[in-house]
């Protein structure tokens, strides 16, 4: 009874886990229970550590396996669980929460508050159409060149360099234009300096 109460008051922790299953399957040897690959998803024991998992998506996960498998054992439960909850520790550890991340409601009322903070936004551009059949050559040459100064085309080379003197191929240690990196005779100097321990 006393050990029996010592497995109920266990509590699964992910970064305990591994110790927390260690004192389940030891207290369960005093009971008398040893092989733990013929405990199945029946047994008292198995439902007691099934009841310790609080995540849902741990639940769920081992729910599958178990329909997928044809069931689970009380061992197989125990090392799904120990892998998922490292997975979880893992997992959470590598993604740095933001504040707005944990509440969907902020973060739609902030959208509001700030579409009310723009201030004045730009009206859309209106297109006008010209007829140019029925007039001359001429007065469409000159409608055509009226839309084309009041709109120019927009820029559609992001990567337009704003100085043109400025050659690319060049050397980044010594800044010859002559040479790359690779070739650069004072970068293998220093390098050959820095091997013998001159510099």
Not at 6 to 12: F, P
Not at 136 to 156: F, I, L
């Amino acid at each position: 009874m006393v050990l029996s109460n010592k497995l109920e008051r266990l509590e699964l922790k992910g970064a305990d886990i591994a110790r927390i299953n260690d004192t389940y399957k030891a207290t369960l040897e005093l009971l008398g229970i040893t092989d733990l690959s013929k405990v199945d998803e029946s047994n008292q024991y198995y439902q007691m550590y099934l009841r310790k998992i609080r995540d849902p998506n741990i639940i769920s996960t081992l729910t599958l396996s178990s329909l997928s498998n044809g069931g689970l054992t009380l061992e197989d439960l125990l090392k799904y669980t120990a892998r998922l909850m490292v997975i979880k520790a893992t997992s959470s550890n590598s993604k740095p929460s933001t504040p707005g991340q944990s509440k969907d409601s902020t973060t739609s009322s902030n959208r509001s508050q700030n579409r009310n903070n723009r201030g004045p936004t730009k009206k859309p551009h209106k297109a006008s159409i010209h007829n140019i059949e029925e007039g001359s050559e001429e007065e469409a040459d000159e409608v055509v060149a009226a839309v084309t100064s009041k709109n120019p085309a927009p820029n559609t080379n992001s990567r337009n360099p704003t100085n043109t003197t400025y050659n690319p191929r060049r050397c980044f240690f010594c800044n010859d234009p002559g040479h790359l990196q690779s070739d650069c005779d004072a970068k293998k100097a220093l390098l050959a300096q820095l091997k013998a321990g001159k510099v």
